[in-house]
């Protein structure tokens, strides 16, 4: 099971940081990422990290702005963002992925799903 929190409703140029909590098992041997999916659109892939945290990826459009870490001995993994935007209002999810070493950017090889936190961005 994961659990999301830390959403909310914060003003343009703020911050926020999500958290993501993984029980029942550990997760830390694998993928995980944060996704987001704002109203009438697909959910998109927001940041990754592998299972040591030695690589991160981001969308480009959350580059520089927002920072993707873990804890594993937490089962946690977070979301830093930073100046946030107006266009980075959305529901954001957690994901991990099975596969260790790769950051996959689709949805589909993620396995496991949490519920989702609102981030709602003002101007």
């Known amino acids: 099971q994961l659990q999301a929190s830390g959403g909310g409703l914060v003003q343009a140029g703020g911050s926020l940081r999500l958290s993501c909590a993984a029980s029942?098992?550990?997760?830390?041997?694998?993928?995980m990422a944060w996704f987001r999916q704002a109203p009438g659109k697909e959910r998109e892939f927001v940041a990754g990290?592998?299972?040591?945290?030695?690589?991160?990826y981001y969308a480009d459009s959350v580059k520089g702005r927002f920072t993707i870490s873990r804890d594993n001995a937490k089962n946690t993994v977070y979301l830093q963002m930073n100046s946030v935007k107006p266009e980075d209002t959305a529901v954001y999810s957690c994901?991990?992925?099975?596969?260790?070493?790769?950051?996959?950017?689709?949805?589909?090889?993620?396995?496991?799903w949490g519920q989702g936190t609102q981030v709602t961005v003002s101007s």
């Open positions: 994901a991990i992925d099975r596969n260790r070493f790769v950051i996959a950017t689709m949805s589909n090889p993620y396995d496991y």
């Open positions: 990290i592998t299972w040591n945290g030695g690589n991160t």
């Open positions: 029942g098992r550990t997760f830390s041997s694998y993928t």
